[in-house]
């Protein structure tokens, strides 16, 4: 079975929106391709609670994975955008959400 990494913009949203635009989005793609959809607000960090933590955390998740997906507002992020090329680089199977 496929697993899919979602990624997104989280820095500089509030929480709720956060929380709604994960879940929406993990939802459609548990629908539509019948996959695993890893939500990286489930996940801990690697070793203390900041962003690099998260990132380090986010990067050896998505190697796990088969295909990194993408919400739309990803292109705003920082974060979001270090994950795209980074399943770029090692070769995923990568859907952007326009």
Known sequence: M???YLSGKITGL???TVRYNFNV?????????DAIVI?????KPFLVKCW??????????IR???HVAFMPNGTD??????????????????????
């Open 25 to 33: 989005y993990s939802r459609e793609l548990r629908d539509y391709f």
């Open 77 to 98: 992020s920082k974060g979001a955008v270090i994950e795209y090329f980074f399943a770029k680089f090692v070769f995923k199977k990568v859907i952007v959400f326009l």
């Open 52 to 61: 690099l933590g998260y990132m380090i955390t986010d990067i050896m998740t």
């Open 64 to 66: 796990c994975c088969t």
């Open 14 to 16: 509030p929480p709720e």
């Open 39 to 43: 939500n990286p607000l489930k996940l």
């Open 2 to 4: 496929n697993k899919y």
